[in-house]
């Protein structure tokens, strides 16, 4: 059975940084993608940074290029996302997802199997 558990959400003010860690099991990360997905309330779920773990390239919504950086662990395990300088408008439920087979790495959620629980980020002035 695969199940993905996150950890890392908490509250912090803006510019800080927070660290996301997702562990996987019942399913290794191979040649497919994994990251992350937030969903603010009254929104849809959104993919935010996702890597094609065959090559390492990833992908990046707009708004987080340059601040967000997702990574796989050396254990193959774990997914992890750096956030810093974070804003207010980052405030969401984060998901970390896996199993995409797509190497383009489709950042809609319908395009990923596995899904966690989410971890709640707040993000305040």
Same mark, same amino acid.
């Given at each position: 059975q695969v199940q993905l558990v996150e950890s890392g959400g908490g509250s912090v003010q803006a510019g800080g940084s927070l660290r996301l860690s997702c562990a996987v099991s019942g399913m290794t990360l191979s040649w497919q993608c994994v990251g992350w997905f937030r969903q603010a309330a009254g929104k849809e779920r959104e993919g935010v940074a996702i890597i094609y773990t065959g090559t390492g390239?990833?992908?990046?919504?707009? /708004?987080?290029?340059?601040?967000?950086?997702? /990574?796989?662990? !050396? !254990?193959?395990?774990?997914?992890?996302?750096?956030?810093? /300088?974070?804003?207010?408008?980052?405030?969401?439920?984060?998901?970390?997802?896996?199993?995409?087979?797509?190497?383009?790495?489709?950042?809609?959620?319908?395009?990923?199997?596995?899904?966690g629980q989410g971890t709640p980020v707040t993000v305040s002035s």
């Open positions: 390239r990833p992908y990046y919504a707009d /708004s987080v290029k340059g601040r967000f950086t997702v /990574s796989q662990g !050396s !254990s193959d395990a774990n997914v992890y996302l750096q956030m810093n /300088s974070l804003k207010t408008e980052n405030t969401a439920v984060y998901f970390c997802a896996a199993g995409g087979d797509d190497s383009r790495c489709c950042p809609y959620y319908p395009c990923f199997p596995y899904f």
